[in-house]
């Protein structure tokens, strides 16, 4: 689970929420208490994230002086409200990847930066973790519910996809009139 959800969350910009993670993770592993899948899942994100900070970090190298300036001007900023920032991004549904570029390009405080992000992770991935556990609890056999909706969506997917590739005569309720009547 720690693997799967660390490749997940290396995918810059394009991976899920990791409350919906956590709470399949919990769903799909009913036996697993909640509140360790919801650290794995939280220690995942933090891993990956902590990569994407260190590389966009170390890619100041390749920036020239003006821009190098401008950012430690921002410095001050980041240092005031990279925190608060940090956890709002982690624990919400906004993409953190931007925040991750800005913090890594301005050198903020590795360790403040690990130390809000997973407290951040930790709240979303406890809080999915959470719910998908009570949701398994309430349906024992989520497998089968599972199987059975993805079963219904591909035959209703089927059906319609058939219905809309009928020619307009062969529709139901549509017989082809045998040519102009006259009314007179």
Request: proline fraction near 6%.
């Amino acid at each position: 689970m720690l693997l799967a959800c660390f490749v997940i969350n290396m995918i810059p910009f394009l991976s899920p929420s990791n409350m919906v993670l956590a709470g399949l993770a919990a769903l799909l592993v009913p036996t697993m208490y909640w509140v360790p899948i919801g650290f794995v899942v939280a220690i995942s994100a933090t891993l990956a994230k902590a990569i994407h900070y260190g590389v966009v970090r170390s890619s100041r190298m390749a920036m020239s002086d003006e821009h190098l300036r401008s950012l430690d001007q921002e410095k001050a900023r980041v240092e005031k409200w990279g925190a608060l920032a940090l956890f709002i991004a982690a624990a919400s549904p906004i993409p953190d990847d931007p925040l991750i570029v800005y913090v890594g390009l301005t050198r903020y405080n590795p360790l403040k930066f690990i130390v809000s992000y997973f407290i951040g992770k930790l709240t979303v991935t406890l809080a999915g973790a959470f719910l998908g556990y009570v949701t398994g609890g309430l349906f024992e056999g989520a497998p089968i519910v599972i199987a059975s909706i993805a079963l219904t969506a591909i035959i209703t997917g089927i059906l319609f996809k058939r219905r809309s590739e009928r020619r307009p005569e062969e529709s139901l309720g549509h017989e082809e009139s045998a040519g102009p009547q006259d009314t007179t």
